[in-house]
């Protein structure tokens, strides 16, 4: 860490060097000192952390081992904290970005020198056209109104909106996937991973096999944008975390509003949030005070049944139905309840468990919000688990609010696609199927035979796919695998076949295993081959397809 001079010092280069930023009127050329300055700052211990949460603009950057946390700061305040013998290292590069002036073309699309997300209208206008697209699947259904939308005299606003996907023609219920984007407003990567994952399963619909089975017999529920005012204030490059509410107290365009994610009415005004109106993380005047917060919470509880009691210690069955997942940048995390305290959720184990199964795929470190980073309350992932008992995540994703493309792009988008897919698989059991093994690498001996002939269906069982940033999960022995034909195995009157282990012997974490598939009896067609694996202590995973055609 920079001394206290030198952190001064590194705010006077700043406003010197080549990456400066243009004045308003370019063509003078003077250079302007950045509005929103990037740092990293010290914390003395967990207190001291929670303490800066409900003063500062904190990103979820906290390195714990070091003890210092990234935040966006003004100027004023990145003084007082040097004055106050605090470390305060300014992040040149990160700031740059940050407050690099925008020119929108209107020839291009895409956010104005972030081509790869998509603006509110564009994010809405896609999601309009899966419901044109794909009409069997997908449904855009108005479900609340933005803050903006609600009050007169200001900007039009927006309507909340949810995608709803699943195949229409078969009846549920059905389990249920609620994905959530852009809560916070300059959190450009969110909306459009959530946007892309949509996109890709039902675009996959009848050609990939899990997708799907997965639209056949569960349901998603996506809301791209929960904060469409804050993010079109966003989206001109302004660092907008909030929503519109103006109401709140005197603040500048950026810091008016609320926290969304604070104002939720599940454990409303502890810790964590701030009562200062023009602070980052503002909780509201009250509880779920927010139209789009009122909006998402009465969603939220249509689809899920309450599954936990109204006691601290109550945990929600493990049989629990339902997941929920906040998309949020930045910092690397796959974070689970509670938020408020580092007292451990009652169902703490099995959502560690899960939160591993995820990071197996984007590598982000699994931990309980208040552990690992700092506490927050009134959270939409606290709402959901504290109030439903639904298995409730955020990722904080990459390591910037305006992320590049390029890393989005190659980074991201394919860390996260993978653990997004295996959310909706687990969605049905979450707390149970997570602690199973996965069955993957699904081949046919021939994918496309005349009825009669038998087929060899191959597959991996693999009790060993955790993540293993923030603690390692204990693996098993396979004991068993089996497959069904064009159902899964829940389904009622769902027959299973054994699939035997390659080598002779279910002794190992991981095994190949196989089965003589008879085709005999099958209807010339299209078949769905479903495979799952059970670990020594009686856990079956989510299952995985592969398509088989009888001719």
Known sequence: MPSHSAALVALAALSLSPLSYAHSNP???VAAEPSTLVAKVSFASREDLNGLAEKLDLTAAVDNENRTVE??????????????????????????ILNAPREQDMRLQGISGYSCYRTVNETYAAMARLETTYPNLAEWKDIGDSWDKVTAGGAAGDDLRVLILTNKSRPGPKPRFFLMGAIHAREYTTAEMATRFAEQLASRYGTDADATWL?????LHVVVQANPDGRRIAETGASKRKNTNTTQGSC???????????????????????TSFCNETYRGRSAASEPEVQALQS????????????????????????????????GGYVLYPWGASTTPAPNATQLRTLGRKFNYFNGYQACQVASCLYAATGSTDAFS???????????????????????????IVPKNMGALYYAFKAARRPYQVSAGPDATTLALSASTVAQGTNVTLSARADDTRYGTNGGTEASQAIRAARYSIDAPSWVSGTPTYTMNPVDGAFNATAEAVQATVFTAGLAPGRHTLFVEAQDSQGNWGVPSAVFLTVQ
Request: charged share 20%.
């Open 27 to 29: 063509s003078k050329g």
């Open 71 to 96: 935040a966006l700061l003004s100027r004023a305040e990145f003084d007082a904290l040097v004055a106050s013998g605090r470390k305060v290292e300014l992040l040149e590069e990160q700031t740059r």
């Open 215 to 219: 639209l056949d017999h569960h349901e």
């Open 252 to 274: 500048n365009a950026t810091t008016w509003g609320v926290d969304l994610n604070r104002n939720s009415s599940f454990d409303w005004g502890g810790g964590g949030a701030s």
């Open 299 to 330: 969603y939220i509880r249509s689809i899920f049944p309450d599954q936990r009691g109204t006691g601290s210690t109550d945990a929600a069955p493990a049989d629990a139905t339902g997941l929920l997942i906040s998309l949020h940048s930045y």
């Open 385 to 411: 688990y504290g109030e439903l008992g639904v298995a409730s995540y955020t990722f904080e994703m990459g390591s910037a609010f305006f992320e590049s493309c390029t890393s989005f792009e190659n980074t």
